[in-house]
């Protein structure tokens, strides 16, 4: 990877890339601590040192810390996120942007523009709820109908803008521009979490032997997990595809061996997003009105979809909502890749241009078995998921570890990081190209 990146810097026009890249993420954080008008800041610092439930540090981990400060950048590109996962899934309920979508570039341009939309109104009605909900609370100085706006349309335009450098990272930068900045803030918030690891095991450790154990511990859970989900990300499954020869006047097409790449995990993070979600919105709603305190019948079951007792030796009747959270990422992980991946359409496409699967007759028997692999391979990609995301909820449960970044956020760092890599090496490769295709001789200029 090193030498892949000494490599990129000698070509200009990539280094170029790569400085605006970094120029834009420089922005990102200094929006990320720019305070929003009005908004008093130790109201969001003490109303999270009064909850119990990890319902907003889920949201916190993606904003970069933005939350917590409510800095302009307070949303983040979440609401870009939302609305590019409404948009997948209205794409295959609705005829007419599954047409545009298969309309090439034009199409896609539109759904592009129809999910800055989306992501803008998404945007609005977030800010508006916690204008009016957190403001009645004491986040607004005085809370009035023109501070409230204030707040609405600052955060409004700060997530619009995050949507904008996004793109323009994808368009001038080294590509993958959403991502790049969600990759950003979440690890600007890995320090802290590596800082209160070091002083709540190691530097408050009894004796010096039992802090370098810790230590070694921590640090080599840390790694394991990272290479499990470089082996989860890049793991795929190749199913064999033979194209049959046709042979016109003298020359013969075709008769090549390919093959089919199904990756392990893939859906990506959308399952651990979507399970997340629906565990995690009750406790949101309960917070906001003040509901959840008690003995009653319903404060148990949001403590039971609350992961900050999960494993947790004192509530362990609570850890029966882990087993809820983990059956709704399997279905979920199902759910995505099905809309996703359509098999008969694969098998009708390899019938068209005279592949088959060796063994497996063209038509309905290939999609059978395309079926059969893609069900196994999803099952293992989702119980990698779940691995990946109780980890962290463990040792929280029964160290009270009290990390924020979970399997979520190591799976967005490691998996835009490869891409980024892959990314950059496709431009190297395309410059590659360039300079042998170059009728002059001349591969361009360098530095």
Known sequence: MLEALRNALKVEDIRKRLFYTFLMLIVVRFGSQLPTPGVDPTFIQNFF?????????????????????????????????TSSIIMQLLTIAIPKLEEMQKDGEDGRKKIAAITRYVTVALALIESTAMAI???????????NFVNAAVVVLTLTAGSAFL?????????KGIGNGISIVLLINILSGM??????????????????????LAAIIILAIILV?????????????????????????????GGQSTHIPLKVNTSGVIPIIFASSIMQFPIVIATFIGAGEGTGVGSHILRGMNSQFWFNPNYPVYSIGLVVYIVLTIFFAYFYTAITFNPMEIANNMKKSGGFIPGIRPGKPTVEH??????????????????????????NGVF??????????????????????????????????????NTKGSPGKVF
């Open 49 to 81: 040192d009064a909850q119990t439930s990890e319902a907003f540090n889920f949201f916190d981990a993606f904003t970069g810390g933005s939350f917590t400060q409510m800095s302009v950048f307070a949303l983040s590109i979440t609401p870009y996120i």
């Open 133 to 143: 909900g957190f403001g009645q609370q004491g986040l607004l100085h005085e809370f």
């Open 163 to 171: 949507m904008w450098i996004g793109e323009r990272i994808t368009e």
């Open 191 to 212: 320090p802290s979490d590596l800082t209160r690891l070091y002083q709540q095991f190691v530097a408050n450790a009894s004796t010096l032997a039992l802090g370098i």
């Open 225 to 253: 997990v990272f290479v499990f989900v470089i082996i989860l990300q890049g793991g795929e499954r190749r199913i064999a595809v033979q194209y049959s020869q046709k042979i016109q006047g003298r020359k013969t097409y």
């Open 370 to 395: 395309l079926q059969k692999i893609l069900n196994h391979v999803i099952f293992i990609g989702a119980c990698g998921l779940v691995i990946v995301q109780v980890i962290p909820f463990f040792f």
């Open 400 to 437: 009270g570890a009290q990390v924020t970044f979970g399997g979520t956020s190591l799976i967005i760092i490691i998996g835009v990081i490869l891409d980024s890599i892959k990314q950059v090496e496709s431009k190297m490769m395309v410059r590659n190209y360039s300079g042998f295709l």
